[in-house]
């Protein structure tokens, strides 16, 4: 078999071993366990050989049933001959090639034709006759043509990330050629999308050509006559190619045109030449008309976005649009740019175009990644030559490109409506690409689909057996329990479903009690690794259980997974969607965050005795809470994007709807009171949230005797502040047991020196600390701290002032707990606004707090300003904890962190020592934020000194800050600081990472590496 050549050109590659295992599969030598050193490069290599077999023998690739029932074959240990000799048996096959055994010229010929698209060489042809006369089956020569270095080659170059698998990007260069040759310009969206798809089912070229012929634009451009004379191939030509015709082509043209050509088949003919083709790569032409872009001012702006992620300074700027103006080519702007060591840091400094660079011009310009069409599109433009400053200014200067810096702002209703469009629309290229990652993933579990009844229509239970039966991935099986209360109409329904598809199943009794028992039957029949539930009328995502085994998969220790929901109108709109945060046990007490999808180890799920019908109305909270109980929180995972719609009923007011949710609300409290009890916090209270009601707070417990709180101030001058600061503390804090120490860093205000004298004198609790020196907040905390005697901690600025009494109380009561680390409040501005909900971390490192500038009563996003919950970290102007975690992480960090991030440094610390950071809305105060110091952009010396700190920050914490913040989905906006409207994801869609992977392989086994021809074999 020919294989040497094709494995000689892996060696680089790191995949021999995988492709040493295809040979052993391929010429049926054992193969021990059939394990791949090399699994990793394994997932590509057997969808390759198996679509290699289905082209040689049915002159198509595998549909996804075959792929995927042959991947698992040949990942098990099948030889690739035995899978042919089954292909060799089918009605297809036989229809193709007849029922005969016998390898004759007409067998092999469409072998070669089907699998290897060309006619037979005779040194190849010749053997391979011989071989069949020498009793070589027909499976045996498929297998092995199928298994040479041509046809493999050829198969792998279906996968994604090859310009042959999205859509023909050949078909883009083709479509946008025309219109080059026809209209002087580039096709426009919708133009390109109709045309390409008219290419992709056949279409021909000529026929497209002639479309536009008709056009009151090319009639417009060129007259309305059908002659092929010297103006229209001038014109051909200048808009086409770019330059003026040369004699030859002139002549020849001509000529065809006098011979009857008609003008749609000279453009279409003159369009798909590689000189044509080539110059359609470019958007833009070197000399960009006044009339095509009136702006300069904006294609300016759009470049430097696109190319440095800012807009130009007032210098660059001015320069950059004078140089246009007087006609200067943009594409030599572009180069500019690209030659840049600003340019370089940002996109590195290869010459490739390659796909961290074109995924990167679409964030910067359009805040998005581009669709695997467009990728693909850009990638092959690359591989043509096209250079990095070509493709900026394509993308860069097209007239979305130029204007997509600018986007609307829209209400948060039309926002997620956009966000659909852009970010949450599969394509069929999407699926295409899915089915082919799935194809190669190692762990494809079975996932049990527990659908859930409840009052409902045929159509919606109809709608969700539908999402079920659609799904990308095929590894699943729906069950559900029929009971004596099951409509006649749901029964129809579910059993229209059985025949159909044996994956659906079914169980009838009298007996079940309620929803409960009804799940409980129903997860008996199921036979899946994992479980999930489904209520009737609500639906999957056609990625739903693609996106669970994925991430399963990826992290093999998961017990417990779930993804974000949305809501779905009965007119098939969505709406409400809820991006949830990271795994957080406070949240789930709260409200039931992680139901809807929620996907379960089956194992764990029986082991905690499945659903409780005690708790109707809130079984799977209550199944949420004792299941996440019984597992580690590393094998919590969540999965962030909508993946569950679940149905959205008319409001009503009707007396049994209200005393429904009552119902449910009350059921969900008894699953919290339940959880506590048994986990031993008896003590603790189950309350209303006091801004969402039928949401849960859990008041804490402080012991008795209360332990000792020691409160440390640090200040300097600003007696009116410190005053009012003490005074809530004394005088409007409802907890006792407390000492304060006041921390004077060289105060010179004799009000200041007089407050603290008077404080010191009159308060047996107060004792003064003068630290002399530049201010330094960790050093003169720290000081504080081995001074102080209490068990609790609690970090306070001066210029915070106490709102309510009970704050102290809730703040020790949560650091007490052993898991806590660390307690932030909710701070206010002085007019009632809020200045600190918590703080997050996002891209490039940016960190800010949450929900700053809302209304101080308002639940704020899906009730974060409402209730307990875990973030990244909290500010250190007002902060709880114990005396123990404090000295255990080392303090705060003084040498580097002297003034600022040294409270995020410290919570991001306490967190590495597996505490978590929490923040509670009831302990709720006014900060007037750095009035004794001032601001620091106000003072160079600040503002050299913030700078260094925050260099530190991304030295010590680089990897973490960039990335994705887990109390923070990516699907909200960072920009602003109040997050609500959903923005463009900061999380990869993952078949997209499949995608580059492939085509990082795909792109480096060119024919230069080695020779592809098949021959005999070796």
Known sequence: MAVGGYLHSLKRLSVRSAFDSLKRLVTG??????????????????????????????????????????????????????????????????????????????????????????????????????????????????ATLAGSDEALHKAFSVLPGSANHLENPEHVRLVNSLYKAAFGRLADEAGLSANVRRLRTGTALEAIAEDLTRSAEFQTRHGSGQQVDGQYLTALYR???????????????????????????????????????????????????????????????????AALGRFADGAEFAGEVERLRSGTPLEKLAENLVDSDEFKARHGARLSVDLGYISGLYRAVFRRKPELERL??????????????????????????????????LDPTESYQHWIREYDTISNTDRSVIRTQIATLPYRPVISVILSLAKTSAAALDGSIKSVSTQLYPNWELCMALDRET??????????????????????????????GAVNAALELATGEFVTFLHAGDRLAEHALYEVALALGERGQTDVLYSDRDHLAPDGRRSDPWFKPGWDPDLLLAQDYISNLAVYRRDLVASIGFLRPRFEGAEFHDLALRATAETDPGRI???????????????????EAAAESLRAVCASRRAVRDHLNVRGYGAALVRPAPQMPHATRVVWPVPAPEPLVSVIIPTRDRADLLAACIDGVLHRTDYRNLEVLIVDNESVDPAALALIDRLSGEYPAIKILRLPGPFNYSALNNAAAREAKGEILLLLNNDVTVIAAGWLREMVANALRPDVGVVGAKLLYADGRVQHGGVVMGPEGWITHVHRQAECNGPGYFGQLALLRTLSAVTGACVAVRRSVFLEVGGLDEVNLPVSFNDIDFCLRVGDYGYRVVWTPAAELFHLESASRGQENTDPSKRVRLLLEYQYMRQTWGTLLESADPFHNPNLLFASEYFEVPSSPRRERPWYRFFEEVHALNRRLTPAEAPYRVGAPE
């Not at 002549?251 to 279409?268: D, F, M, Q």
């Open 487 to 516: 409509g006649p109409l749901v029964e129809t329904v579910f059993g229209a479903w059985m025949p159909v598809d044996p994956r659906v199943r079914s169980i009838r009794s009298d007996s079940f009690a309620g929803t409960a």
């Open 376 to 409: 693909a599109f850009w990638l092959a433009a690359g591989d043509k030559g096209a250079t990095r400053a070509q493709i900026l200014v394509a993308i860069a200067g097209s007239e979305n490109g130029s204007k997509g810096f600018a986007q609307p702002k």
């Open 239 to 305: 808009d086409g190619l770019g330059r003026e015709p040369d004699p030859q082509g002139f002549a020849h043209w001509l000529a065809k045109g006098e011979n009857g050509a008609t003008r749609a088949k000279v453009l279409a003919d003159f369009a798909g030449s590689d000189e044509a083709l080539a110059n359609a790569l470019q958007t833009l032409p070197d000399r960009v008309p006044e009339s095509q872009h009136q702006d300069h001012a904006q294609l300016v702006n759009s470049l430097y976005q």
């Open 637 to 655: 995972t969540h999965v962030p994007t909508v993946l569950y719609h679940a149905h959205r009923t008319e409001a009503t007011s009707h007396p």
């Open 29 to 142: 030598i054992p193969s021990g366990t059939n394990d791949l050193s090399d699994p990793g490069h394994s997932r590509f290599v057997y969808p390759a050989a198996v679509n290699a077999l289905y082209k040689a023998a049915f002159g198509r690739f595998a549909d996804e049933g075959g792929l995927s029932a042959n991947v698992s074959r040949l990942q098990a240990g099948t030889a690739l001959e035995a899978i042919a000799e089954d292909l060799t048996r089918s009605a297809e096959f036989q229809t193709r090639h007849g029922s005969g055994q016998q390898v004759d010229g007409q067998y092999l010929t469409a072998l070669y034709r089907d699998g290897l698209g060309r006619e037979p060489d005779p040194q190849g042809f010749a053997h391979w006759l011989a071989e069949g006369e020498k009793g070589a089956t027909r499976a045996k020569v498929l």
